[in-house]
């Protein structure tokens, strides 16, 4: 009767488990690509803008017909990127992050971490050293290298509007665009300035300033790279003030910076609360056991207490996960 009351209570929790975790996966890449949708159609206007002229000169028809047309073309480039792979490969992501491995070193690595966790472990049984090895070789260089990359990411962000201050001052001073590019890449600090000496590289070799900076934007997939990829295209193609646009474009990343953080500090107190929900139980547990080793015994020493404590790590990495969904805000 008892297993029968237990089924019948975890049979709805896993199910529910489920679906929530199929929808915090889900939900972050809809919202994605419906704010992306917005963001094109209000940029390449439908025919529904107050602020359009009624009768627009033949100037500026032309120009706004080149404007949506180069909107539309980097939209079309970026979906086909998004469309041949949902994720950079481990050869961008080493590139993004800045290292100079190799593929095949990062495997060796992982191999010879693999082999350290097995033998460092190996006391506690073949069938946990195993397990211990297979995550450590797996988890260890992947998190590793995904912390250097979100490192670099983000010092490439504090300074880019640094960058285009740099750019525009240099622009407004009659100097073309190519020079300003040429001084960023030779005055700033890195990772900015090894990514636009590669622009500046790239225009050497007779590269148009529009696709090297686009290259640019491939390099280092950020939003406010983007945009100055965007501008550039634009202003390449449709003509216009420079320095006005990229005014305003270092205008825009000021204020996205100051909402960064201003949003950081408010989800700070969320954040910390979920951290120290998400480590009660595992500092409960190794306190229980460091002071009456014996109360749980019970849960390693037995088949049912293994398959206990296995039920519960899963249990809690579905509700971390959760968790860090709820609270990680997307800019």
Same mark, same amino acid.
């Given at each position: 009767?008892?297993?029968?009351?237990?089924?019948?209570?975890?049979?709805?929790?896993?199910?529910?488990?489920?679906?929530?975790?199929?929808?915090?996966?889900?939900?972050?890449?809809?919202?994605?690509?419906?704010?992306?949708?917005?963001?094109?159609?209000?940029?390449?206007?439908?025919?529904?803008?107050?602020?359009?002229?009624?009768?627009?000169?033949?100037?500026?028809?032309t120009r706004?017909?080149?404007?949506?047309?180069?909107?539309?073309?980097?939209?079309?480039?970026?979906?086909?990127?998004?469309?041949?792979?949902?994720?950079?490969?481990?050869?961008?992501?080493?590139?993004?992050?800045?290292?100079?491995w190799t $593929?095949? =070193? !990062?495997?060796? &690595?992982?191999?010879?971490?693999?082999?350290? /966790? @097995? +033998? *460092?472990?190996?006391?506690?049984?073949?069938?946990?050293?195993?397990?211990?090895?297979?995550?450590?070789?797996?988890?260890? $260089?992947? =998190? !590793?290298?995904? &912390?250097?990359?979100?490192?670099?990411?983000? /010092? @490439? +962000? *504090?300074?880019?509007?640094?960058?285009?201050?740099?750019?525009?001052?240099?622009?407004?001073?009659?100097?073309?665009?190519?020079?300003?590019?040429?001084?960023?890449?030779?005055?700033?600090?890195?990772?900015?300035?090894?990514?636009?000496?590669?622009?500046?590289?790239?225009?050497?070799?007779?590269?148009?300033?529009?696709?090297?900076?686009?290259?640019?934007?491939?390099?280092?997939?950020?939003?406010?790279?983007?945009?100055?990829?965007?501008?550039?295209?634009?202003?390449?193609?449709?003509?216009?003030?420079?320095?006005?646009?990229?005014g305003n474009?270092?205008?825009?990343?000021?204020?996205?910076?100051?909402?960064?953080?201003?949003?950081?500090?408010?989800?700070?107190?969320?954040?910390?609360?979920?951290?120290?929900?998400?480590?009660?139980?595992?500092?409960?547990?190794?306190?229980?056991?460091?002071?009456?080793?014996?109360?749980?015994?019970?849960?390693?020493?037995?088949?049912?207490?293994?398959?206990?404590?296995?039920?519960?790590?899963?249990?809690?990495?579905?509700?971390?996960?959760?968790?860090?969904?709820?609270?990680?805000?997307?800019?």
């Amino acid at each position: 009767m008892l297993q029968f009351d237990l089924t019948v209570l975890i049979v709805p929790l896993a199910a529910l488990a489920a679906v929530g975790l199929l929808l915090a996966v889900a939900m972050p890449w809809v919202r994605a690509r419906e704010r992306n949708q917005r963001r094109m159609a209000l940029a390449v206007g439908d025919g529904q803008g107050a602020s359009r002229p009624s009768r627009p000169d033949g100037q500026t028809s032309t120009r706004r017909k080149a404007i949506e047309k180069t909107l539309k073309e980097i939209n079309e480039r970026q979906s086909a990127r998004w469309t041949r792979r949902n994720r950079p490969d481990l050869e961008q992501r080493l590139r993004e992050a800045g290292l100079t491995w190799t $593929p095949r =070193f !990062y495997r060796m &690595l992982s191999a010879a971490i693999a082999a350290g /966790a @097995f +033998a *460092a472990s190996l006391a506690l049984g073949p069938l946990f050293a195993g397990a211990i090895a297979l995550v450590a070789g797996l988890a260890v $260089p992947h =998190f !590793y290298v995904a &912390l250097v990359r979100r490192r670099r990411l983000a /010092a @490439f +962000a *504090a300074g880019f509007p640094d960058a285009i201050d740099v750019i525009v001052r240099g622009v407004r001073a009659g100097r073309p665009l190519a020079d300003c590019l040429a001084v960023v890449a030779a005055d700033t600090e890195d990772p900015i300035r090894t990514e636009f000496r590669l622009v500046v590289e790239d225009q050497s070799v007779g590269l148009p300033i529009q696709e090297a900076v686009e290259r640019l934007a491939q390099r280092v997939p950020l939003q406010e790279v983007g945009f100055l990829a965007i501008v550039v295209a634009i202003q390449n193609r449709a003509g216009g003030s420079l320095t006005e646009a990229l005014g305003n474009l270092s205008t825009v990343l000021r204020g996205r910076r100051q909402l960064h953080a201003k949003v950081k500090a408010m989800s700070a107190e969320a954040k910390t609360s979920a951290g120290i929900i998400g480590s009660l139980p595992v500092i409960v547990a190794s306190l229980v056991q460091l002071t009456s080793p014996e109360y749980l015994a019970v849960l390693y020493q037995t088949d049912l207490g293994l398959m206990v404590v296995a039920a519960c790590a899963v249990w809690m990495s579905i509700g971390v996960f959760v968790m860090r969904q709820m609270i990680n805000f997307d800019m």
